[in-house]
């Protein structure tokens, strides 16, 4: 089975920090997902990455970046954390094909104070 | 954009009863998955339907994929604590178009 790795399960941080959460993912997948998910609003793309190198603006990317420098490694940064960031994130990979099926990370829960 | 419209938002029901939630769309996919996501996880696949018309099952779960391939419904007999959870319907090709979501909660 794929596995999709959050390094982080709850991370409390302050505003104007940077802040990295990473995902790791075990099946040489080339698609990689950033979510952030919030009550009443669902999940959100905030980024995305067919391979190395490559990265593509998901639905609200703004505040965010991310860095794919390893196939298996998919970074997510908040270059200057605010209060209105504090989510659950969410990282997954996605296998070839049609009705290609995503692996979603445990998640990690942010709080920016 | 593509949207899915998951229904109901909320479902409180006890121990034994059945369910039914849906997932619609304007938009034609060519597959649709269904996700079920515990408290404090990451969503995990329950199933994947491609064919128009096409039922799947899975134990006491019922997924079935509307003949236009708009819309999907999932079916849950007997339900169980177990089934507590976030129900999430995706379809879509690239970006991964997920519903908000129907919030289920049995009780024993």
């Known amino acids: 089975d794929v596995k999709v790795t959050q390094s982080s399960r709850y991370l409390v941080k302050r505003t104007g920090e940077k802040v990295f959460l990473e995902c790791v993912q075990d099946?040489?997948?080339?698609?990689m997902f950033w979510y952030r998910q919030d009550p009443g609003l669902g999940l959100r793309l905030i980024y995305f990455?067919?391979?190395?190198?490559?990265?593509e603006k998901g639905d609200i990317p703004e505040g965010y970046s991310v860095s794919r420098e390893k196939k298996e490694r998919f970074s997510l940064i908040l270059e200057s954390a605010s209060t209105n960031q504090t989510s659950m994130y969410l990282c997954?990979?996605?296998?070839?094909?049609?009705?290609?099926?995503?692996?979603f990370g445990s998640g990690t829960r942010l709080t920016v104070v | 954009t593509q949207l899915l419209e998951q229904s109901p938002q909320f479902l409180s029901i006890q121990e034994g009863e059945n369910l039914t939630v849906y997932c619609n769309s304007s938009?034609?996919?060519?597959?649709l998955q269904w996700y079920r996501q515990e408290p404090g996880e990451g969503p995990v696949l329950l199933v994947t339907?491609?064919?128009?018309?096409e039922v799947k099952k899975l134990k006491r779960l019922t997924f079935q994929f509307g003949d236009a391939r708009k819309d999907s419904s999932l079916h849950i007999t007997a339900a169980q604590p177990g089934d507590t959870g976030l129900y999430l319907c995706?379809?879509?090709?690239?970006?991964?178009?997920f519903g908000k979501g129907t919030k289920l909660t049995v009780n024993p």
């Open positions: 997954a990979s996605r296998s070839p094909g049609q009705g290609a099926s995503y692996t």
């Open positions: 099946m040489d997948h080339e698609n």
């Open positions: 938009s034609v996919f060519s597959s």
């Open positions: 995706r379809g879509g090709s690239e970006k991964l178009v």
């Open positions: 990455s067919y391979d190395v190198k490559m990265k």
């Open positions: 339907v491609v064919t128009g018309g």
